[in-house]
Antibody, heavy 119, light 111 residues
């Protein structure tokens, strides 16, 4: 069955960077987009960007340009999201999600990774 | 302020029907981009409930349905059950932002 398993919770200081991983299994990793979405406690969902594992092509939300980098390791079926210059308002849960071209939505999600930014 | 607008909360008694609206604009839903709906139970990741405006993934019961007309979409849940108590989000693509956008979410309370 399709699974996306993310790395564990992180605590970082302001100005630092965080790297979250998302290991895929149960499907052809290179055949689907990986999206990253975040959610502040008690708040809504915010899309950060996507990556195509096959080519490494990326597209980031304008809000995160210059601060976010998404990569994949196709040999490990793993996607990574790195966010730099962390601020307190980056303290949220980060999800990876699988997406397909066409109108299919984000059909499988990782369990989420809590990132806490605190001095 | 979310690009897609949802009511903050809705409620209904067991067995009743509730609908959740989602209103967008000319650069997203009005431009013909698909609407997707997600259910998020407390402490869990979102789950795809409806894709491509009206389609249910396998495993989603047929008492859950959706419709879409121009810049408005809605999710309907009939025969409300306690397990339906969750947050619901609509999603679409916005061409002016070149981004996937979500509604602010609607908390469904089963009375």
């Amino acid at each position: 069955q399709v699974q996306l398993v993310q790395s564990g919770a992180e605590v970082k200081k302001p100005g630092a960077l965080v790297r979250v991983s998302c290991k895929a299994s149960g499907y052809k990793f290179t055949g689907y987009y990986i999206h990253w979405v975040r959610q502040a406690p008690g708040q809504g969902l915010e899309w950060l960007g996507w990556i195509i594992p096959n080519s490494g092509a990326t597209h980031y939300a304008r809000k995160f340009l210059g601060r976010v980098t998404m990569t994949t390791d196709t040999s490990m079926n793993t996607a990574y999201m790195e966010l730099t210059s962390l601020r307190s308002d980056d303290s949220t849960i980060y999800f990876c999600a699988r997406g397909a071209t066409g109108g299919f939505g984000f059909d499988y999600w990782g369990q989420g990774t809590l990132v806490t930014v605190s001095s | 302020q979310s690009v897609l607008t949802q009511p903050p909360s809705v409620s209904g008694a067991p067995g009743q029907t509730v609908t959740i609206s989602c209103t967008g604009g000319s650069s997203n839903m009005g431009a013909g981009y698909d609407v997707h709906w997600y259910q998020q139970l407390p402490g869990t990741a979102p789950k795809l409930l409806i894709y491509g405006d009206i389609n249910r993934p396998s495993g989603v019961p047929d008492r859950i349905s959706a419709s879409n007309s121009g810049t408005s979409a809605s999710l309907a849940i009939t025969g409300l059950q306690a397990e339906d108590e969750a947050d619901y989000y609509c999603q679409s693509y916005d061409s002016s932002l070149s981004a996937w956008v979500f509604g602010g979410g609607t908390k469904l309370t089963v009375l």
